[in-house]
């Protein structure tokens, strides 16, 4: 199971760092997925990062302004956020991807994250 965690509202321009952190005494999986969801939108990916290797992986609205990263021994991942815009408002999730190609999974309940203008 995953937690997200760090979400809340926040001004434009502002930063914020969310957090991913996986239940259970081992965590082992190909990669670690952010998404998001804006209220009548589609799911989006957001970013993405190898877990072994720590490779990240950016969609194009965030690349410049968001980074993934993680921490092996706390089982956790992060999203740093910076310059957010109000269309960065959305409920962030993270779910696993166990094998390269699998469809992602395990998604946490996600954490709300808001921007005003």
């Known amino acids: 199971q995953l937690i997200e965690s760090g979400g809340g509202s926040v001004q434009s321009g502002d930063s914020l760092t969310l957090s991913c952190t996986a239940s259970?005494?081992?965590?082992?999986?190909?990669?670690v997925g952010w998404f998001r969801q804006a209220p009548g939108e589609d799911r989006q990916w957001v970013a993405a990062?190898?877990?072994?290797?720590?490779?990240?992986y950016y969609s194009n609205s965030v690349k410049g302004r968001f980074t993934i990263s993680r921490d092996e021994a706390k089982k956790t991942t992060y999203l740093q956020m910076s310059s957010l815009k109000s269309d960065d408002t959305a409920v962030y999730y993270c779910?696993?991807?166990?094998?390269?190609?699998?469809?992602?999974?395990?998604w946490g309940q996600g954490t709300q994250v808001t921007v005003s203008s």
């Open positions: 779910a696993t991807q166990v094998r390269p190609g699998d469809p992602y999974d395990h």
């Open positions: 259970g005494k081992t965590f082992s999986t190909f990669a």
């Open positions: 990062i190898r877990w072994s290797e720590g490779y990240p």
